[in-house]
Nanobody, 127 residues
C-alpha cells in the first residue's frame, strides 16, 4: 500500500492561490488513479479533482472547475492541486487519495474507490 502525505495548505485571502502537493511512497504510484477530496466542518467528504494513472485524464467538481488544476509527476511520485481564485467556501481539510491496490482505469469520483489516504492539510480562505 502507498503512504501519502499532503503539504502546502495554509491561510490565504479570497482571490489568492495555493498549491497542494501529495508525496507518495511505494512503487505503485505510477499505476494508481489519484484524487483530491475535501471535508468542511459538518459536511461530507467530497471530490475536488481526480486524475488517471498517466495524468492524461482528469475530472473536477463543478464548484472548482476552471479554478483548480490537478496534475501529477510520476517520476517524482507526487500529485499536485493548483488552486486559484480561492473563495471562503473552499475552506476545508484537503485529502490526497490513491487507488493503489486495485487496477485503475480512468479516474474515480467516489471515496470508496480509493484505498490509501493522507492525513489531510487545512486550507483556510478568509473573506
Amino acid at each position: 500500500q502507498v503512504q501519502l502525505v499532503e503539504s502546502g495548505g495554509g491561510l490565504v485571502q479570497a482571490g489568492g492561490s495555493l498549491r497542494l502537493s501529495c508525496a507518495a511512497s511505494g512503487r505503485t504510484f505510477s499505476s494508481s488513479a489519484m484524487g483530491w477530496f475535501r471535508q468542511a466542518p459538518g459536511k461530507e467528504r467530497e471530490l475536488v479533482a481526480a486524475i488517471n494513472s498517466s495524468g492524461g485524464s482528469t475530472g473536477y467538481a463543478d464548484s472548482v472547475s476552471g479554478r483548480f488544476t490537478i496534475s501529477r509527476d510520476n517520476a517524482k511520485n507526487t500529485m499536485y492541486l493548483q488552486m486559484n481564485t480561492l473563495k471562503p467556501e473552499d475552506t476545508a481539510v484537503y485529502y490526497c487519495a490513491g487507488r493503489t491496490t486495485t487496477a485503475s482505469v480512468g479516474w474515480y469520483q467516489m471515496p470508496r474507490s480509493y484505498d490509501s489516504w493522507g492525513p489531510g492539510t487545512q486550507v483556510t480562505v478568509s473573506s
